[in-house]
């Protein structure tokens, strides 16, 4: 595997941003939530953990919480940003225990399967102007 030639978009048009380096995240393992056709789950989502998306995950399959360091892979916490499957996280919203998602590192694929409106409501991006915030 390798590095997308293209540079990537994130779900609202602009440059994908960086997920995680601590944990290293992404199916190139650059932090990224970049994707190629080799990527058949398109984890393309970036999402903050929360417990009960942890505890979700398991019950479904997806261990994220068990370190597997054959994998390279450490075992994931509330709090660290993952790349994680497009329709995991979805069955996971239709659940009710949808993850926090940060629009700048989800990559725009994501919005094949994933209205923006519905990434939106879970969004925890912090907006470059904060003038808005204030009233």
Do not use: Y
């Amino acid at each position: 595997m390798g590095r997308p030639m293209t540079k990537s978009l994130n779900v609202l048009g602009g440059d994908l941003e960086e997920c995680s380096v601590d944990p290293v995240t992404g199916w190139f393992r650059d932090g990224c939530c970049n994707t190629d056709p080799s990527d058949h789950g398109s984890h393309t989502v970036c999402a903050v953990m929360t417990l009960e998306f942890l505890e979700h995950q398991r019950s479904i399959g997806n261990d994220l919480i068990t370190s597997r360091p054959e994998f390279g892979f450490p075992g994931l916490h509330p709090g660290d940003r993952w790349c994680v499957t497009v329709l995991n996280w979805l069955r996971a919203h239709v659940d009710g225990v949808a993850a926090p998602v940060v629009l700048a590192s989800t990559h725009e694929t994501a919005l094949e399967v994933v209205p923006i409106e519905v990434l939106k409501a879970h969004a925890v991006d912090v907006p470059p102007d904060l003038s808005d915030l204030t009233d």
